[in-house]
């Protein structure tokens, strides 16, 4: 927390006390946020009600602040079996519309991955649970969380009647985890429209790489997601009848994945490095003055050991060198206890991070020949189907923009410290997306610490986290409103 | 059906014509047994007194025969919920005890698989439907209807009056579906009481290979099921925040089921084929005999092409050389769409199917050894945990035994044939369980069409295959008692 000496004069003073007076109804609005299952990832009807509703929860909230929000619908997802599901509606809200100011557009997404409590939750995923100052819970730091300090910074300013240094949009959508459908097209449509007052799009998707330590970030990686299909036939086999005679899609699809990258992480698919971006000496510097303390890190990762062993080694293979990840396989047995089961078809899951300049299309016919070659040099009778299911590009900002001063001033008067200037390893399309679409900048400016356990099982955000970070960017206003007088 | 020129001479006519004209009545009996719902499978109080109702039934039919029937408690099944359920008594049962006679055992059981009409059934799978000659229910063939055609074929010598030329036992258990629970421990304890006098034990719980032509049963494979767990940690990772650092589980553990098995389905586990029995030239001609059309069995199957061509090494590869299936993965992503999780502990399972001489402690010994090797050689950090979670014995019959005889001739007389002489690549523990226990030999006498469809959606057994059957039965008495004369 800041101490008294080191408040700022004016508004921000009051609006810092308002939010810390105000900290456990901001807390109770994230639990009724983090109530609702909006898992956008498994496509079943009854989540994707759920879904919907929590659109319709955050437009009520959006509402309730005076902003004007328009729900766009965004129409259909098709699913593999056929099947249909509606893709929640997309919110673009606006608050104020003075020429004076300047206008900052925050995007955040209000779905979560899925999350079960059977699968190792210490409480329910879905009821938000305060133990040592953490708030447990899905969706409480990816991005609920996030969304919310962004609106109760807004809505600080509003009940105690000060100006809004900024006007403010809001760009929220629903199918983040599931590859932002119909976002892309809403984004190119609303270029001239919506986007065409913004100075800035601030995204909040992501985490600072220490626990007390803030960061602003200027690039993430792409990702392009293959699934591999091997099939005998549809309905499965019996181990006693068949075991022995066939062409086993599990065997060949283990195979398959078993080709893709070697024990030391390095990718085996031919030409895969040919366009990584080498490492300059000014990138080395930047790496350099992070602070990263790689043994409190291995710790807190509860990794026993580490593929590379020093800093700039481990952050530049998350960062800026491509990484491959197997997830599963589809289609085989997965439950607990012992089944003698032959799948007769199966689905192998994997991505490849991507950074500047790999080219997705590249990649994608890269990823494939290697597996048709390596596939036809088994001479099984299966099928085989490679699909990139998913295609997303990296991303990286210049840091020397206006909003990046103003975002590393916010955080001195609220954290009293530098950030560490980072990339993230994760994919966050948007950035590009919104970079490429609107030609506005972009900024990452996360409010999460580094072991809030996103996508994963026990995920929170400390209450400190929460509530400072509805502080910066509260100050990130005022700060962008000061440069912007001086534009 | 038999023609009269071949009728034989005696009391066995007298039998068959016996059996002939009361079919009608058989048929009515397994339509009542059919009746009951005897599932073992779900653990649920409603079925388990449909269960015990059943094993009632059957006691009051032997007792109607005259048979000596002891109900022997078997205590109660734990369920992993914490609940226990009643395990259905076992029934051991006698009739007659003529030194002079051999004794001859009956295995069966009187439960069976789930069933239910909106899985797939043409007809309710409790209600015996004949269709064609064709008798659709649930337990027809699995294993009601061979139970009650050895009742038939011991009820026709009582009705007659004939004197019945072998001491009958009957073991019949409930829970054959779910591991047999209690029975091998009964069969242990009444090795010197209820199994001293028994000179051969028959079962008749498998099919044919083929629609017409008659069977024997001579071996069945064994089971070693072996999970291996690769974790690095208990929860989850993200790909994006750790893609690129970490000694993946999942890639570990492809690399380590990739190195079981190779394309042509050879097991890479060094010596595993060290104790399989070679094959002799004996042996040949007997799979040269085997009545099998491989084209059929392939179009049957649904697969586009085995990994052999002839009939002698597709029945050779799944009856007397061990495979290896990998059943799948617990711990990764198993679901449709797009996950990009890093599994931090997952679960490989996988089993190898074992044939005589295979031994299941040396197997285990190689399979680790092997696995711990794979895995040195990565030089990973992750810890890797192999267990054979489940042994099974092959087993195998000395075929030149006097009950194979007798049965050869039996149905010689019957169906005017030599029966196939084959094995069953799927484990049945209890034939292994009875010859190891009581020292007596086993025998598999099948009395259903290949296409019967045991465990599965429209189950059947032939009338024809019932009727004859409960005359093969009548007739193996009467072999097994002129050899007995010779013995």
């Not at 959006?62 to 509606?89: E, H, K, N």
């Not at 085996?268 to 790496?287: F, N, Q």
Request: aromatic content about 8%; some cysteine; overall charge negative.
């Amino acid at each position: 927390m800041f101490s008294a000496s080191t408040l700022p004069p004016g508004p921000l003073e009051k609006v810092f006390q308002y939010i810390d007076l105000h900290q456990d109804e901001f807390v109770q609005t994230l639990k009724e946020w983090v109530a609702v299952e909006s898992d956008s990832v498994q496509p079943v009807p009854r989540l994707r009600r759920e879904l919907l509703r929590m659109v319709g929860l955050a437009a009520d909230r959006l509402r309730g602040l005076g902003a004007r929000v328009a729900s766009v619908d965004a129409g259909f997802q098709q699913l593999s079996d056929g099947q249909t599901l509606p893709i929640p509606p997309i919110l673009l809200a606006e608050l104020g519309s003075d020429p004076k100011k300047p206008t900052v557009c925050f995007y955040g997404h209000l779905d979560v991955q899925p999350a079960r409590q059977e699968d190792g939750w210490l409480t329910d995923p879905y009821t938000l649970t305060e133990v040592d100052g953490k708030l447990y819970g899905r969706g409480t730091t990816d991005n609920k969380g996030p969304v919310l300090a962004w609106i109760n910074a807004v809505s600080a300013f509003k009940a105690l009647d000060e100006d809004l240094p900024v006007n403010i949009k809001f760009l929220i959508e629903g199918m983040e985890e599931s590859g932002s459908l119909a976002l892309e097209e809403l984004v190119r449509k609303e270029k001239s429209g919506f986007f065409s007052s913004v100075d800035c799009i601030v995204i909040s998707d992501n985490l600072w790489i220490s626990r007390r330590k803030p960061a602003l970030i200027y690039g993430t990686r792409g990702n392009s997601y293959f699934t591999v299909e091997v099939k005998c036939r549809d309905q499965d086999f019996h181990s006693g009848t068949f075991g022995g005679i066939l062409n086993e899609p599990m065997a060949d699809l283990v195979a398959l994945l078993g080709s893709l990258v070697d024990a030391s992480g390095r990718i085996l698919v031919p030409g895969i490095y040919g366009h990584v971006a080498p490492v300059t000496e000014e990138e080395k510097r930047v790496y350099e003055a992070i602070d990263l303390d790689v043994e409190e890190y291995r710790n807190s990762s509860q990794v026993k050991k580490f593929l590379f062993d020093t800093k700039e080694e481990l952050l530049m293979h998350l960062w800026r060198y491509p990484s491959l990840s197997i997830h599963g396989i589809e289609g085989a047995f997965h439950e607990p206890g012992a089944k003698t089961v032959i799948p007769g078809r199966v689905i192998g899951k994997f991505s490849i991070r991507l950074v500047p300049h790999m080219d997705m299309s590249v990649v994608e016919t890269q990823v494939k020949q290697h597996l048709e070659y390596i596939f036809s040099k088994r001479n099984s009778s299966n099928q085989m189907t490679v699909s990139m299911a998913l295609g997303l590009h990296p991303w990286i900002a210049n840091i020397s923009d206006h909003q990046y001063l103003a975002a590393k001033r916010a955080i001195k008067t609220v954290f009293g410290t530098e950030p560490d200037m980072i990339r993230d390893g994760s994919t966050i399309p948007i950035a590009k997306i919104l970079q490429d679409t609107t030609q506005k900048s972009v900024i990452m400016l996360p409010l999460g610490a580094v072991d809030d356990g996103e996508h994963s099982q026990n995920e929170k955000i400390n209450r400190w986290n929460y509530i400072e970070g509805s502080k910066l960017f509260a100050a990130f206003f005022l700060e962008m409103a000061k440069l912007h007088s001086s534009w």
